[in-house]
């Protein structure tokens, strides 16, 4: 049986994707917020091996386990993370919390991303003033 462009496999996504598909797939909420919310704090508690671990980290549970993103997209995003200055780890974080729920999604990500490290430093901080 040959599926047509646009039709979709046993999980519900289309069998071929361009970038226009695939932006459409992901704007109509198929992936509820709160489960965003605890794979991203998942990302953040597994990441602590320095921007190439919590791009792996990420990419395996993004791309390879969860399939929210396609390899194609993941690779376009963190190509252009590694063009702008700044941590392209974080950027690509954002960007992926961004292109499944928009702004909330990106304010999310980018939060979660960092917090379990703030919290680190703000406990030895206190921990080595008193």
Known sequence: MVKSHGQGDK?????????SDELAVLNEGAIPFAMAVRVWLKISLLSF???AGQIAVMHRLVVTEMKWVSEQR??????????????????????LGWL???L??????GVLF??????????????YVT
């Open 74 to 95: 993941f690779l376009h995003a963190l190509n252009f993370c590694m063009l702008l200055p700044g941590p392209e780890a974080q950027q690509l974080t954002i960007y």
């Open 104 to 109: 909330r999604g990106g304010i999310v990500a």
């Open 11 to 19: 999980t519900g996504r289309p069998t071929t994707l361009n970038t």
């Open 114 to 127: 960092v917090l379990p490290g703030a919290i680190s430093m703000l406990s030895l901080s206190m921990i």
């Open 49 to 51: 091996g320095g921007p």
């Open 100 to 102: 499944l729920h928009r």
